[in-house]
């Protein structure tokens, strides 16, 4: 099947109406506005400037190359707060020291296979350390210490979270759940409710 | 390799790590109070917690499914109750966003360590917190086990039998399913003929559903519309007043916003209130303290940064089979049988997602809207016990985080296949687990922000859970072939936490008595998915409430009979 494809600013449009609640729409603005400058607050600015560049490859958007959607800020955040989702894998070392080790890691790999660290190679080139890491045995010393397939699925997860929470993401995929007042009536097959986006391919 | 450096970092939250004592903790912190008082001694001086409120009879530790209806009985029955719940009292209507990320409030997001060969995802998949607890964000999914869940030793020589049986505990489904309303199939096409109904409707299929419903067909597999706790119409709820009918957010695993969904502050809290229960929201407590003849006296709990104490006659622990075990390592309580932490068993809840030509659009509608139990007790099984067969729903920040950890699509490839999100739907199980001795909960070394020794899960999947999967995933792949679905996917997952302070006959190797009683200690109860011997091949809440209201009848003829 061909890729689906939904037209722009249909989620942002909704924002306004009566079809969402306060609650929701404070969340969902409050990711459009967020600002694009972001000062690391936990991480190093160097060591967020390669989260950016991983999460870059993780999530690239050549759509949006001028104002791509944030994904390190929020971790950085989280990281800075000390917060938690529940819980972890015991084989991974507490969230801070797990991404700074994870990320001097990833380093390690683009030193391993290219001689150079991540930021400097090529897209192609950061992929291919990425996909080493994303198989679970890259070369690198970190990686005898850091479970990397368990590593990898974290932050592939919190960035990917990140990334669909995000109204231009949520258009992107046809998705308009936001807008759920007063009721979804028509929820079977091939039904759909007048606010709800038909596919323009 | 910064060892300290990787202690310190373990807390998240780094607040006074190293003093465990909470009342050891509050003399050192120089508070103002305490300061007047000649402090020579610190542990020597419990008293020196400030606020003691009066003693109740009763007092309820957690107000999810365990908690909430025990407390609006014993409430009802006249005696002085009072529930102390970890986290806060929500306003669904205001405060609930339809929206996963702005909804994270409503999990228990202290760290819990998962190790094991399978380790279990906590957060969302298996906690909560606020009043209302885990039915805050439950799906609602509420089937009654089979009379035959409760004896799989009987029936299969693993696992536990309950030492509860079906036939005591029906009137307790038929007055859970009728109390807080429950919409669903009648009469009901698995097992023995009902002396009830269910009090509505079943409520509409989504497009999931009705795929389920079209490959299952061709299979000769039998469905039928599901039993869910939330409302198919307008139904009038004591101490609430009338409860709208479900608008199919499909959100309900992020919490319902217009009180359709059967959750505990709609349904039996309400009740507790009305008949003079107090509920204290925010509290999270620490220690349970106990007189010489080792009888519990009361607990400490923090409030708002300040340590307490509540004076109890008797305890309910209902924190869930995390937190109340944790309670009970932690206080070195109710530990003879050597069972506390252990059987840890888990749910398996294996999820197969295919792609449709048709629109789905799987976000709308009660998620789980169908069911299937064939596959209870299948033909020719290589497995003990059994499973059921439901079609899921899902939201899209759930899904894109399970396409990430199950399919491991990242970069262009993840952002393509998401495109497809309203052309997708999925089915699963929810399968019985046998305890295993690999399988338990400890304390970690590792501390979390309140100074508290994290809960370390131990989960590895054995053979009879590994066979069930592959039997599932067999016939939920055929499901969907049949269906239409291509580019079909499976995702390994467990759900719930059960069994770990487990009942029965005799406290040599059981915790607590079949009417919920801990054996070591008289005026102790528990009443959570930790005392379920088994797992059951349904999912826990509607039997975690049975059991709990149980629990308050068993406790109130003791206390006629006077021989407590």
Redesign the interface.
């Known amino acids: ?1 061909s ?3 939904y037209p722009n600013g249909t989620v942002r449009a909704l924002l306004a109406t009566e079809h ?5 729409r ?3 603005q409050s990711r459009l506005d967020a600002p694009a400058a972001y000062e690391p607050q936990l991480l190093a600015p160097e060591t967020f400037a390669l989260l950016e560049a991983v999460a870059g ?4 958007q050549p759509d949006r190359p001028d104002n791509p959607i944030a994904l390190a800020p929020a971790v950085d955040q989280r990281l800075a707060e ?10 991974l ?5 797990a991404v700074r080790m994870g990320l001097g890691g990833i380093n390690e790999i683009a030193q391993e296979l290219f001689q150079a660290d991540f930021m400097a190679l090529s897209a192609e080139q950061q ?1 291919a350390a ?1 996909q080493a890491l ?1 198989d679970g045995n890259p070369p690198g010393t970190t990686w005898q ?1 850091l479970d990397a397939g368990r590593f990898f ?1 974290e932050l ?2 919190e960035l ?2 990140n ?3 995000h109204p231009l993401a ?1 258009e ?4 308009v ?2 807008a ?1 007042l ?4 028509k ?6 409710e007048e606010r ?1 986006l038909k ?1 323009s391919s | ?1 910064p060892d300290e ?2 202690l310190e ?2 807390v ?3 607040i006074e790590p190293e003093i465990q004592d909470p009342l050891l903790r509050a003399l050192i912190a120089d508070e103002p109070a305490a300061a007047a008082a000649p402090v020579a001694t610190p542990l020597e001086q419990p008293q020196a917690v400030p606020a003691e409120a009066d003693e109740v009879d009763c007092l309820v530790i957690g107000l999810g499914a365990g908690g909430a209806p025990l407390l609006a009985r014993l409430a009802m029955a006249g005696l002085k109750v009072m529930a102390l719940e970890a986290g806060p009292w929500h306003n669904p209507t ?9 909804q ?1 409030f409503l ?9 094991g060969a399978d ?6 998949n ?2 909560g917190t606020g009043v209302g607890g885990s039915t805050l964000h439950y799906t609602a999914y509420t089937p009654r086990p089979l009379p035959d869940d409760l004896h799989i030793r009987r029936d299969f020589g693993q696992g536990e039998d309950w030492p509860v049986s079906y036939e005591e505990l029906e009137p307790y489904y038929n007055e859970v399913e009728r109390f807080i309303g429950v919409s669903g199939p009648t009469p009901y096409p698995w097992g023995p003929a009902r002396s009830q109904g269910y009090p509505m409707a079943p409520l ?4 999931a559903a ?2 389920m419903v079209r490959g299952a067909e061709k299979l000769g597999i039998k469905t039928s519309p599901a039993a869910n706790a939330a409302l198919s119409a307008r139904y009038y709820q004591e101490g609430v007043g009338w409860r709208e009918a479900c ?5 309900c695993q992020a919490g319902c ?1 217009n009180g359709a969904k059967s959750s505990m502050d709609v349904t039996y809290i309400p009740l507790a209130v009305k008949h003079g229960a107090e509920i204290q929201p925010n509290s999270f407590v620490t220690e349970i303290e106990r007189d010489e003849r080792g009888r519990v006296t009361g607990v400490v709990y923090t409030h708002n940064g300040e340590q307490k104490r509540q004076r109890c006659r008797h305890l309910f622990l209902c924190g869930g089979s995390v937190e109340t075990p944790r309670l009970l390592l932690l206080n070195n309580l109710g530990l003879s049988s050597g069972q506390v932490g252990r059987n840890l068993m888990a749910h398996p809840g294996l999820q197969v997602w295919g ?1 449709f ?5 799987p ?3 009660i998620p789980g809207g169908l069911i299937s139990q064939d596959t209870h007790r299948p033909t020719g099984a290589d497995f003990v016990g059994g499973y059921l067969l439901q079609s899921i729903g899902v ?3 759930t899904f ?2 399970q ?3 199950g399919r ?1 699509y ?3 490839q ?3 296949y ?6 997708i739907a999925g089915i699963n199980i929810l399968g019985d687990c046998l305890p295993h001795a690999d399988n338990f909960l400890e304390l970690a070394e ?1 501390k979390d ?1 309140r100074g508290l020794p994290k809960p ?1 899960l131990h989960f590895s999947a054995q053979e009879n859970e590994h066979r069930m999967n592959a039997h599932a995933e067999k016939i939920m792949r055929g499901i969907w072939e049949a269906a239409g679905a ?1 580019d079909i996917w499976s995702f390994q997952r467990y759900a719930h936490v059960i069994g770990t302070a487990r009942m029965g006959l005799s406290g040599d190797d059981a915790v607590v008595d079949a009417n919920g009683r801990v054996f070591d200690v008289p005026n102790l109860y528990i009443s959570d998915n930790s005392t379920f011997p088994s797992a059951l091949s349904v999912n826990p809440a509607l039997t975690i409430m049975a059991l709990s209201l149980r629990t308050a009848d068993k406790f109130l003829e003791s206390q006629q009979r006077r021989d407590n």
């Open positions: 099947m890729v689906p494809t969402v609640s306060e609650a929701t404070a969340a969902l490859r993780l999530f690239p000390g917060r938690a989702d529940g819980w972890r894998y015991d084989a070392p507490p969230d801070r020291e992929d990425l994303a210490t699925e592939l997860a990917t979270e990334y669909y929470a949520q992107e995929i046809g998705y759940g936001m759920d007063p009721a979804w009536t929820i079977g097959l091939n039904e759909r709800e596919l | 390799m450096e990787i970092e373990g998240l939250s780094p205001t405060d609930f966003a339809t929206d996963e990320k702005a994270d999990f228990w997001n202290d760290e819990r360590l998962a190790a380790p279990l995802a906590m957060g969302k298996n906690s509409p299929l989504n497009s009705q795929l608008t199919n957010r499909g959100f916003s792609t030509a048709d629109e789905v659009r976000n709308k509608g939201m899209p920040v894109a985080g396409v990430a950890r491991k990242w970069g262009q993840l952002r393509n998401m495109k497809n999100f309203n052309h590792e922000g370390r291509t």
